[in-house]
């Protein structure tokens, strides 16, 4: 980077750029990203976030265990994914740049607060050395800023204790950040006065952290160069902020009001998926109900008793949990009463890395469950895309009478991005028909319509229905308790030809491409943004491949078989041990499926997918 | 405080009205049975539209309970009833739960829902067939059968203690407690009707025999020679008088009941206890619950019941404070809501 000449400083402009907060868990590195993602969104950015925090609420100070991190990449393009490396990384304190280095891109800019560097501190991430001193950093270019005690002079005479001075630290990291990327402080400072609107001399204190920060970068030498990321093109139009799991609460609220009906949450709280509980309780206003049960299993419970008795019913959890749930599950399967569970996936097997993220709960959505249990699963594939997919769960649940798993992820549900977000109105109706009388004196709860095989949903209180529904085999259209081995074998088909035939109302599979290729790549659920980019990117540079996204795991989409055939190879790109390949080869039969996969807890980078499919598209 | 009561009946039922058309299907001389009957019987007298019961009920013979009464019935998953009746409960108010499980249903597998319900104090109604053995999968100790029972899984006897139903009902602070005897239909139907009365979660612990796999397990209080001398039939506000001719009752030295005879040391009906049913403090009821044979009759008829708070009661208060204070009140308001931004 070159000096600046008479105080005058370089302006670049970027395409894009990608920039990571570290520090410990207690230094407030999420509030920070966010309000960095959200004044650049309101500046016109594209972009897409991904937090990257320990399990530990508060592990020790200064330990790598500790380390908490929140990436985000903004754009004048479209951004579909938070950056594979950083181009400025800002380290609070030695163990955040031990943890975070490896996500540097080499020649990137790199801000640490130098006051964190003790002997101690240093010693305590695992440096041998001071990694300031020993040429760790040779291939970056860092800036050693006193954060720690330039905040300190910052806030004196405001009547604050030394622990809320220390916590505004963050501020000044961003306020350098904003003068980095010539950003304005407003909607910030804007936060700042609503959060701490009883406490104004923290209010204060934050406000003057952050001016203090911008002024500093503005000073100081070692920043240059200051960057332009101007707005993107994007689709005119009104737009928030959304994170995976905000935009899962709201999806589950839409539909249940345009249903006319209340939406009934049973959850118990597990990570990623709390978040959707504590953010439905808050509607108690707008007919929701939230039951924090007192285990998984009767958070599914208590919502198949509320579908049953005619709302919609909800579960949210994480694979530990729908392992729980499952019994429950597939008493909705065989009593035929909708209800959706939202499955935040983590990184496993048992409780794993729960902050993590990981695609593997594909086999227990699918299969999971005693004998024959067919049910609708469908995935989520970006963070604004989880409102659409609740939404669609609910639909299809009700629609269906079955139970529908929706696939998220912990990276789904704690990232965000800027969402143009609809009107109710504009959403598609949600179609529910509770019979009110008995169809010549009798009531029959399992005479089925014969396009969508579906029965029908009578809720107690209605007069003349009476009926007796549950987990025992039940003889066609009476329902009533039957053993009789046709029968089963009957209604076993029926119910699986029932969810078959769902793929009559959901889209066919899609391709982005050429339709020429001889490999296409597969994807499904929340890689969809560095699967998307990845492809596209090999697409513009001549690459001949194309991309097939699924969102739909059971039924899959009709043409699927179809689709398949059309390429030699099918390399399905997952972050497991390649479990939606394996249901392709079984529905599919098509002769070479392979896998790309990654099971690290981390979503995947464009530039590892870029070289696994220029590989696999070479080889043929 | 508000309460949601369920409409009334327009039409006066009888007992036929609640028989379903289904085989019954348990062993003959099963006092499940007498159960049924006196539920029948009852629900015609509660004056509530039969389209708005449900029968709730997890895994085990009792579990079959809701296949035989002629209202909405759920059968459900092994000890989850409980679950499923507070989901039933919060998404409609008006409708009249009951929950039917048996001893290993409640106690053992769904234990947990079992006193969850009972803490939130949900406005149910769950009849436990307390018949302290496993019968659906043929006799196998439950968790309130007595140390020593030999079973088909404890050849030597059981090692384990049992619970007592009402020792967890007091200790989830449950505001309504019955015991009652399948033998006597009469208070059965009694008692099903004071549960459904009450408001909150109301637990009847019915003392039902297996015919099969565990007979005569409540003979020491049920057998027609043991009715007189240990049977306490408990009414709140009258003493607490047992035996042929009313002569003995309870009477409380220290912290501890004792069994004495009026006329006998001076003793008159002054010295009995009296039942308060609904006395909030449960240490009454506690030592009232775990009296048994030898050394004392059991207590029959309702226990403790106590008004309080009902979970779907403070729901409702919730919701009416939240439309107080609440900035949001569509889904398109939300959408809207915080920070927007327009492209143009």
């Known amino acids: 980077m070159d000096v600046a000449t008479n105080g005058k400083k370089i302006e670049q402009e970027l395409e894009k750029v990608v920039i990571r907060f570290a520090g410990d868990s207690g230094d407030g590195m999420q509030l920070t990203g966010s309000q960095f993602s959200f004044t650049s969104a309101i500046l016109g950015n594209d972009l897409a976030t991904f937090p990257d925090f320990p399990a530990e609420i508060r592990a020790p100070q200064g330990t790598l265990e500790g380390v908490s991190g929140f990436q985000v990449q903004i754009g004048k393009i479209d951004i579909y994914t938070p950056g594979d490396q950083a181009d400025v990384l800002v380290a609070m304190n030695p163990a955040a740049l031990k943890s975070n280095l490896q996500f540097v891109r080499r020649g990137g800019n790199i801000i640490i607060d130098s006051d964190a560097f003790t002997d101690r501190n240093i010693e305590k991430a695992g440096f041998p050395t001071?990694?300031?001193?020993?040429?760790?950093?040779?291939?970056?270019?860092?800036?050693?800023?006193?954060?720690?005690?330039?905040?300190?002079?910052?806030?004196?005479?405001?009547?604050?204790?030394?622990?809320?001075?220390?916590?505004?630290?963050?501020?000044?990291?961003?306020?350098?950040?904003?003068?980095?990327?010539?950003?304005?402080?407003?909607?910030?400072?804007?936060?700042?006065?609503s959060k701490f609107r009883k406490t104004p001399a923290l209010a204060e204190g934050n406000k003057r952290a952050l001016h203090a920060g911008y002024h500093y970068a503005e000073t100081i030498e070692a920043l240059p160069s200051r960057y332009r990321v101007p707005a993107a093109k994007i689709e005119k139009g009104v737009y928030r902020h959304i994170s995976g799991n905000t935009a899962t609460a709201w999806g589950l609220m839409a539909a249940a009001e345009k249903a006319g009906k209340k939406l009934f949450l049973g959850s118990y709280p597990i990570t990623p998926a709390s978040d959707i509980l504590h953010e439905l309780s808050r509607y108690k206003n707008m007919g929701v109900i939230t039951l924090q049960a007192e285990d998984e299993i009767a958070a599914v419970c208590s919502a198949i008793g509320a579908s049953y008795a005619g709302q919609i019913g909800a579960t949210t959890s994480s694979g530990p949990g729908i392992a729980l749930k499952s019994e429950a599950i597939n008493l909705a399967v065989m009593a035929e009463v909708p209800v959706v569970i939202i499955d935040v996936q983590r990184g496993g097997p048992s409780t794993g890395l729960p902050t993590k993220t990981e695609q593997a709960d594909v086999n227990i959505a699918v299969f999971g469950r005693n004998s024959e249990s067919p049910l609708i699963v469908i995935a989520a594939s970006t963070p604004s895309n989880c409102f659409d997919t609740a939404y669609l769960a609910v639909k299809l649940a009700v629609e269906h009478m079955t139970p529908v798993i929706m696939l998220s992820d912990g990276y789904l549900a704690n990232g965000s991005e800027p969402w143009k977000f609809p009107k109710l109105a504009d959403l598609p109706e949600i179609r529910i028909n509770h019979p009110k009388t008995p169809q010549n004196g009798s009531f029959y709860p399992y005479?089925?319509?014969?396009?969508?095989?579906?029965?029908?949903?009578?809720?107690?209180?209605?007069?003349?229905?009476?009926?007796?529904?549950?987990?025992?085999?039940?003889?066609?259209?009476?329902?009533?308790?039957?053993?009789?081995?046709?029968?089963?074998?009957?209604?076993?088909?029926?119910?699986?030809?029932?969810?078959?035939?769902?793929?009559?109302?959901?889209?066919?599979?899609?391709?982005?491409?050429?339709?020429?290729?001889?490999?296409?790549?597969?994807?499904?659920?929340?890689?969809?943004?560095?699967?998307?980019?990845?492809?596209?990117?090999?697409?513009?540079?001549?690459?001949?491949?194309?991309?097939?996204?699924?969102?739909?795991?059971?039924?899959?989409?009709?043409?699927?078989?179809?689709?398949l055939r059309r390429y030699k190879k099918i390399l399905v790109c997952e972050l497991n041990m390649g479990q939606f390949a394996t249901l392709l080869r079984g529905r599919t039969a098509h002769p070479q499926i392979v896998s790309y996969n990654k099971v690290q807890g981390q979503p995947f980078l464009v530039s590892e997918l870029k070289e696994a499919i220029l590989k696999h598209v070479n080889e043929i | 405080m508000e309460t949601v009561d369920t409409p009334p009946a327009t039409k006066q039922y009888t007992k036929k009205d609640f028989e379903s058309d289904q085989l019954v299907r348990w062993c003959p001389g099963c006092g499940d049975y007498a159960i049924l009957a006196a539920m029948t019987n009852a629900l015609p007298q509660l004056g509530i539209p039969r389209e708005n019961f449900v029968f709730v009920s997890g895994i085990g013979c009792a579990a079959r309970f809701p296949y035989y009464v002629n209202t909405y019935g759920f059968h459900t998953i092994h000890g989850r009833g409980p679950a499923f009746a507070t989901g039933i409960k919060l998404a409609n108010p008006q409708l009249s739960v009951w929950e039917i499980q048996g001893d290993g249903d409640a106690l053992a597998i769904g234990g947990n829902h079992f006193i969850h319900a009972l803490r939130r104090n949900i406005d149910i109604n769950i009849i436990l067939f307390n018949n302290e053995i496993y019968g659906l999968t043929k006799g196998q100790y439950s968790p309130t059968s007595p140390t020593g029972l030999v079973t088909k899984s404890t050849p030597y006897g059981t090692i384990e203690r049992p619970f007592r139903a009402s020792d967890l009902v007091i200790g989830a602070q449950g505001t309504f407690y019955a015991r009652t005897i399948d033998t006597n239909p009469k208070l059965m139907a009694e008692i099903f009707v004071e549960a459904a009365k009450h408001k909150g979660t109301s637990m009847v612990e019915v003392l039902q025999n297996c015919v099969i796999f565990n007979d005569d397990a409540h003979a020491a209080v049920t057998a027609k020679e043991n009715r007189d001398d240990f049977q306490l039939h408990v009414k709140h506000g009258e003493p607490l008088l047992f035996g042929k001719d009313k002569k003995k009752g309870i009477r409380l030295n220290g912290l501890k009941p004792e069994v004495v005879t009026l006329g006998e040391n001076g003793i008159t009906e002054k010295d009995i206890l009296v039942h308060d049913a609904h006395s909030e403090d449960p240490t009454l009821h506690l030592l009232l619950a775990r009296m048994a044979p030898p050394h004392f009759p059991m207590a029959l008829g309702v226990i403790r019941q106590v008004r309080a708070k009902t979970f779907d009661e403070a729901m409702a208060e919730e919701v009416e404070k939240v439309k107080q204070t609440a900035r949001y009140h569509s889904v398109d308001d939300l959408l809207r809501s915080g920070e927007t931004w327009e492209i143009k």
């Open chain 1, 130 to 193: 001071n990694p300031l001193e020993d040429g760790t950093l040779s291939d970056y270019n860092v800036v050693e800023a006193p954060i720690s005690s330039l905040t300190k002079s910052a806030l004196e005479g405001l009547q604050l204790d030394n622990k809320s001075i220390m916590r505004s630290k963050n501020m000044f990291a961003l306020g350098m950040m904003y003068w980095l990327f010539d950003r304005s402080m407003r909607e910030t400072e804007n936060y700042i006065d």
């Open chain 1, 447 to 563: 005479l089925r319509d014969s396009e969508t095989l579906v029965r029908p949903w009578a809720i107690p209180g209605t007069p003349g229905l009476e009926h007796r529904i549950g987990g025992l085999e039940k003889q066609d259209v009476t329902g009533n308790v039957s053993y009789d081995p046709k029968n089963h074998e009957k209604m076993v088909h029926l119910r699986a030809e029932k969810i078959a035939r769902v793929a009559n109302y959901i889209p066919e599979q899609s391709v982005i491409g050429s339709g020429d290729a001889q490999t296409l790549v597969v994807g499904w659920g929340g890689t969809f943004g560095a699967l998307f980019t990845a492809v596209t990117e090999l697409q513009r540079s001549g690459v001949r491949v194309d991309f097939a996204h699924f969102s739909f795991l059971n039924p899959l989409p009709r043409n699927t078989s179809d689709l």
